[in-house]
Structures are given as C-alpha cells and as structure tokens.
C-alpha cells in the first residue's frame, strides 16, 4: 500500500453529513459539549465480556458480549433494513401501547443568520415483546416478561435540510437513579439499529429523517444497567438554559412497567418467530443422553429452513437417528407436520456406495416457547429397521448450552 | 444433517439453496463477512498487515467548545480547545477473513500522554474514498456488522479506537478488496492518502491458517460424494471469557447400514484453531423419546478438528473400541458446509 501526506490544494472543509459545527454555538446551551464528553467516556467497554449487575444477577456470558445488554440478542433479528422502511433496521411503526408527546428540539437553520432555532417533534416511545424465558439476567433482574424498548423521533417534514432538529440529552430516571445523577449514572444509549455495544447517538447530532433508536445500556463499568421492562422516566433535553443558567428546554415522561396481556402485547403470550437463534440443541433434563439438534438456515429473505436431527435409540438401546425438516415463512412462529425420516444403507466415514435409501418416518411439528424451551410433538414407526424407535406423544426439551455469537435469552 | 443432506444432497435443490443462501448474502450491506470479527475489533495490529501503513495527521479541536458562552465557567478552557491541534497517528489496515476476503480498518491513536484527555481533545476527521469512477465519504463503525451506526464528523476522539469500512445501504457500495484510495481529511487543509492494492490473500499468512474456532462454525458438514451421513457442529461459551466448548455429533451408520450416531465434545482456548484428541464416545441402554432410565457413555476414540474457512471441515478419527456393532475405523476426511444458518452466517 501506498500512503502519502499532502496539503489539500483547497483549504476544504467538509461537513457534509456531519454535525453542524455551530449547532451548539448558541451562548444559552452551553453543555453540549461537555455532555458529548460525558458519554464518550461512558462508551469505554468493560475489560471482562461478562459482568455483573448493579443488584448482583448474573449475566449470561458471551463473546462480542454485551454485558451491558438490555434485551435478548434475538429480539430484532428479523427486522431487515429496507429502501421502504427508510432503511432502518428497527421497526418504524409503532405496536402495542405508547408513550410520549411533542417534544422541543434545538434545530440549526440555514436560512437564519445565527443558525438557531428549535423544531417540535414527536417522540413516541414503545415496547416489543422479546423471548421471555424467566431467567433473571442483568437486564431482567426480577426474570420477569422481556421487551426491548424504542423510541422513534417524528418530524413534521421529514427530510427537510434547511432547518433539522438536533438529537437531545436523553436521560432515564429509574429506582435510585435520579437525574443529572452525580456519576452520570442516567444516562441511556440510544441507537439506530440492535445489538451494538459501542455505537451511539451523539448529542447534537443532525435528524433529518424520522428515525427509529432502540434504548441500551453503556458498556461503561460505572454506568447503569437500567431493567427496561421495569417503569422509568425519560427526558429529553434540548440544552437551552436561562439566564441563570438553569434549564429550560426538559421534558419527562412516564413509562410504566412492562406488564404484557393477550390484547396489549399479543406477541408476548405467543411462540417466538423461529429464526436463526433458535439453533442449538435440546433435551429433557430426566432423560439426558437423548436430545435433538436443531438449525435454521437462509434460503431466499422469505422463508428459511428449519432442519432437526433427533438424536435416540432402538428398541435395543443403540443410538439410532431420525432427521426432521421443513421450510417456512420467516415470521412462523410454529412449524406443522414435517416429514420425519432416516436413512438405511449406509456406512460408516463415508464406506458405503451411494444413494442411501431414504425411509420415511412419520411427522414432527415444533415451536418455541422461549429461547430456552423446544415444544414438539411427534408421531412415526420405523418400518424398514427391526426394533427401532417407534411411537407419538408430545415433549417439551429445554437447551443445553448458549453457541458464541448467538446467544438466545 | 442427514436429511438436510438427504434431500439436498447432490441434487438441483442442494445447487438451489446455496445459491439462493450467497444471492440472499448479496443482498445485504455488510463490506466484510459477518463472521470476520467473531472475537471482536483489535486495536494495534497495523504492524501484522504486511501492506498496512501508519501516517500522522494533525487533527483540531472541537469546533463546539468556539461558541460556550463567554460568562460560563468552562469558558477559558474551551477558547483552549477550540484552538487545540493534535498529531495523531492515522493508520489503514485488511485483516484477512475466510474465503479470500478481508476487512479494512481504521485506526486513530492518540499519544500515549493524551489518552482518555476530555479536556483537550482531537475530533474525528473526514473520510472518503475513490474507487475507480466513485468518490464519496463512507460510513465507519466502532461495531462490527453494523448497517446503520456511523462515527460523525467532528465528533470528539478521546482515545485510541478503530473503525470497520462499511457500506450504506441504498448507496453506491465499495469493494474493500479490490483497489482504492482511502482520504482521511483533517477539515483544516490537510489530508492523509492511503493507496490500497487488490487484496491478496498469499501476502496475509492468516489467511491460509485456519480459521479461530468460534460459533460461526456451528453447522453441519457432509462429504457430496456420500450423502446421507454427515456431522453437525456446535462452538459453545462457557463463560469464563477463556475457553469455549465444541461440540460433534456424527450421524452414520453401523454395519447393518441401520443410522447410528457418535458423539464428540471437548474444551478449548478461544483463539485456537484446531483442536486435537476430542474425545468421541458412543452411548448404549437409552430408548426413544425417554423411555429409558440411563444411558451408559463408552469412550470410542479420537478426532481432530480444524476449519480451513467457513465452507470446510476437516477432521481425522481413529476408533480405539471393538464393541460390538458400532462403527470403527480411521482416516482424514473433508467435509462441506451445508447451507448457512441464520444470523450466524459464514462466508
């Protein structure tokens, strides 16, 4: 590779897409600045991939781990950014119930000399439900239901670039949290798509298009570890202060607990749309030697693969397998009546001639309660193999194990 | 695998599904493989890329801290940033991924004295890049696998941080691999350039080890030529931020031709590439669907894994038992990777 230094031959100075230098020139919001340096410093990832909660629960350990997580991994994963959706990869339309109202932003005005202005927004806040398993997670201390939490920013027009709004100050106020906590302990990452741990929404920053952000955590070790699901206040600042320097430009609003019923939130009390995270293995905790493997596979952005392997036994008691598999829509939250089968006339490490014989089984239908729970129901005989696995009924398998990059919650 | 194999095996739908997986891959914004960064973005490794280079460049302050109003107490120090400078040091490196791809990063230090200052401060420079007839700022992002998040112009530098080269998604997508030129632009009248040829995955030794063993390798494998057995792979934390625990189970047959399983696990470095002498077992006295009481767990023998890149497992066994119908032997075996699971691509 080749590098060079050199002086541009014009002095140029490219903002484009950039926050507005002036933005926060305005001598009545004076901490900007300082707010933007608070959370750079809150953006330093603790050393260790796991960690612990301020109220002592344990946290699932991962890599690329988030132990600042505020919601389970799977929760977005079937949320495609899209040329339709103004290419966000978070939900744009908001479901279940709302929080929020109109909100004052600073705005920068090109057609102004001294560029300020403010707009009036809407911020709507929302929850989605996500796999709920019941286990206490740093998020999740009281292992009650899980959502993840939004927050979407509506302008008027849209787009428009003569005059935008500028992201506010947000804080949350939670428990013993209060706000402008001493340790900065209320402030709350707001992103523009899920699963990040470093990315975030700079303060200041230009909104030129209605945008969707999910609310997480600092990976900071000092910084909060807020439980989403629980109620909270929210406010948003947009660093206007009087005279005496006190605030003028602060909002709060009130976000009660999530507390998901079969109208409210119907996702809740449903399956969980079968996705990739649902990959891994599962058994009975009473019979442990038997399980099933299970995968979900791309194909084409509208359906995928859903591909079980039963690991079992003959009536003999030597391992025996049967393999499932069926394709569905992406969104499914339950697979009905696949064709259950095995194969005969094969060898071991490939000492056999091919084909082996496909011998059909039976049926398997399957759906997840939870990241962490498998419920199936079967019914097959095996014809072409004396002795082997024969039967129906209905189980529910629990996981074993979290595979790294792909932690279900 | 088994039937994933069985009915994709060797036949126009098993051609199908991996095209349509690498079409649908297409699809997505991402300049590198998801995979690529499984452990995460390494800061200082400039000096492992053969081609990489490091430049200084002096980059100003925070334009912000020029308008704090003159009677607030933070004036004096701001007037001091708003007129600071600093030399960092700009370095543009490829770290190797699988399949003959590779990654671009951007890395800023700040000298070693002025880590962590908030007080003074660099901001972030512009960065853009020409690829034959197109020119534009590109999107960097302190995640991997990101599609959206983006570090902005003129937004503070505190310390030392690195940046993935992404593409935006309903804009004009550079090729990372192929040649370019990468501008970093101090806003103030200087730049750095860093001419980047075709990558060349010969120049990059890593690129032809094989791969760190993480859970994009879960999946499931089988030799084309024999369909119908095959080996499905899990790559588990344990949680201890050291080790990780890889998982195997073999579907075959026994020597009547009737299915038969095995069963590998076994503990290892993360970071590692291979690992050797998993154990392998095979279980006895179980039945279907839990009726049973116990099964028994006999040692079989051994295996070594490794993964040449994302689309290969290869693997030697030997059998150490002489139990009775269970299927023994040894050999080296490379097996292919059947189709891609979702969001845990590997390509």
């Not at chain 1, 060079?4 to 901490?31: E, H, M, N, Q, Y």
């Not at chain 1, 804080?171 to 899920?194: L, M």
């Amino acid at each position: 590779m080749y590098a060079k230094r050199f002086r541009l031959a014009l002095a140029l100075t490219f903002v484009a897409g950039a926050t507005s230098l002036w933005a926060a020139g305005d001598a009545s919001r004076p901490g900007i600045a300082a707010e933007q340096a608070t959370r750079a410093r809150l953006l330093v990832p603790t050393a260790n991939t796991s960690g612990t909660s301020a109220s002592g629960t344990s946290q699932a350990k991962e890599l690329i781990a988030n132990s600042a997580r505020a919601y389970p991994a799977g929760c977005f994963s079937d949320t495609q950014p899209s040329a339709a959706g103004n290419i966000e990869p978070l939900p744009v339309v908001t479901s279940g119930p709302t929080y929020g109202g109109t909100v004052t932003l600073y705005a920068y005005d090109t057609t102004q000399s001294n560029h300020d202005s403010t707009e009036n927004v809407t911020i709507t806040i929302w929850r989605v439900a996500c796999s709920s398993s019941g286990d206490k997670l740093s998020y999740n201390p009281d292992g009650g239901p899980v959502a993840a939490t939004l927050m979407r920013i509506t302008r008027t027009s849209s787009g428009t670039t003569s005059k935008y709004p500028t992201f506010p100050s947000v804080r949350i106020s939670q428990g013993s949290i209060g706000f402008d906590d001493a340790n900065y302990r209320d402030y709350v990452r707001v992103v523009t798509e899920p699963n990040t741990v470093i990315a975030d929404t700079l303060v200041d920053a230009p909104v030129i298009d209605s945008t969707t952000y999910v609310l997480e955590n600092y990976p900071y070790s000092g910084a909060s570890i807020f439980a989403m699901n629980q109620a909270f206040q929210i406010r948003f600042d947009n660093g206007y202060t009087n005279g005496s320097g006190q605030p003028t430009g602060q909002i709060v609003f009130n976000v009660p607990d999530y507390n998901p019923t079969a109208s409210t939130y119907p996702a809740a009390s449903q399956p969980l749309p079968i996705n990739g995270y649902l990959s891994g293995s599962w058994y009975d905790p009473t019979h442990s030697g038997e399980g099933i493997l299970t995968q979900v596979f791309d194909v084409d952005g509208k359906t995928r693969i859903f591909a079980a392997t039963w690991y079992t036994f003959d009536n003999a008691g030597i391992p025996f397998w049967l393999a499932a598999q069926g394709t569905f829509n992406i969104g499914a939250t339950s697979i009905s009546n696949m064709t259950v089968g095995y194969r005969t006339g094969g060898g071991f490490a490939g000492n056999f001639t091919p084909p082996t014989t496909l011998q059909t089984w039976g049926t398997m239908s399957v759906s997840f309660p939870s990241c962490q729970k498998m419920s199936f129901s079967y019914n097959g005989n095996t014809s072409a193999v004396n002795g082997g696995p024969s039967g129906s009924g209905s189980k529910t398998f629990v996981r074993i194990g979290s595979i790294n990059s792909l932690s279900c919650q | 695998m088994s039937q994933v194999a069985a009915t994709l095996r060797g036949c126009a739908l098993l051609a199908g599904i991996l095209v349509a997986t690498q079409a649908f891959a297409d699809l997505s914004v991402h300049a590198y493989p998801q995979s690529c960064f499984a452990d995460g973005l390494p800061l200082g490794q400039v000096a492992r890329d053969p081609h990489g280079q490091s430049l200084p460049l002096s980059l100003h302050g925070d334009f912000n801290a020029c308008f704090v109003n003159p009677v607030a107490p933070n004036y004096a120090a701001s007037q001091v940033e708003c007129h600071y400078s600093e030399t960092v040091t700009i370095a543009a490196f490829r770290v190797p991924c699988s399949g003959g791809t590779s990654a671009t990063l951007l890395e800023i230090d700040r000298p070693v004295n002025m880590q962590g200052n908030t007080n003074s401060y660099p901001t972030f420079p512009g960065v853009w890049v020409k690829q034959q007839n197109l020119i534009g700022y590109i999107r960097l992002a302190a995640d991997p696998n990101t599609t959206n998040s983006q570090m902005y112009v003129n937004g503070p530098v505190y310390r030392s941080s690195i940046y993935t080269l992404e593409n935006t998604i309903g804009a004009p997508a550079f090729d990372y691999n192929q040649a370019f030129t990468l501008t970093v632009d101090n806003n103030t009248g200087f730049a750095v350039q860093f001419d980047f040829a075709t990558y060349n995955p010969a120049d990059y030794p890593a690129a032809t080890q094989g791969m760190p063993i993480s859970g994009y390798l879960t999946g499931a494998w089988y030799d084309p030529a024999h369909g119908g057995e095959g080996i499905l792979t899990e790559v588990l934390d344990n949680g201890d931020g050291a080790t990780r625990t890889f998982a195997a189970t073999w579907y075959t047959f026994d020597a009547l031709g009737a299915p038969y399983w095995l069963i590998a696990q076994a503990s290892f470095a993360i970071g590692a590439t291979h690992i050797d002498n998993v154990p392998v077992q095979f279980d006895g006295n179980g039945g279907f669907a839990g009726a049973f009481t116990a099964v028994t767990r006999n040692p079989w023998g051994m295996m070594n894994v490794s993964f040449p890149d994302c689309g290969h497992l290869h693997f030697s066994y030997a059998s150490s038992t002489n139990a009775s119908g269970v299927p023994t032997g040894s050999g080296t075996r490379d097996w292919v990777r059947i189709g891609n699971l979702h969001a845990l691509s590997c390509n």
